[in-house]
């Protein structure tokens, strides 16, 4: 699915897919899955949403780890040990 990927950025888009897809839901159906799931937990269900806020700030930001660096092949501009636009 995601090979290549660093657990952080993997654990990223899942919350990312899950607030995505909560998101399609209330659109399109005014159905809550999250608060269907976790309701009678707020405090649970107030964590995941916050959980899906910070996995989209961190999905904002470039992973520098040396496991995402080396698998982009340069999409993101940046090679491992190299420079942006080397020739």
Do not use: Q
């Not at 399609?24 to 269900?45: C, I, K, Q, R, T």
């Not at 899906?52 to 999409?75: E, I, N, R, Y």
Request: hydrophobic share 45%; proline share 1%; charged share 15%.
């Amino acid at each position: 699915m995601m090979k290549g990927k660093c657990t952080p950025k993997k654990v990223s888009w899942l919350l990312l897919f899950i607030g995505g897809l909560n998101w399609g839901l209330v659109g399109a159906f005014d159905w809550n899955l999250v608060h269907a799931l976790f309701g009678s937990v707020s405090w649970l269900e107030r964590l995941i949403y916050v959980l899906v806020g910070l996995a989209a700030l961190m999905s904002l930001m470039h992973c520098k780890c040396k496991t995402c660096m080396s698998c982009c092949g340069g999409s993101c501009g940046k090679k491992e040990g190299g420079d942006m636009m080397k020739k």
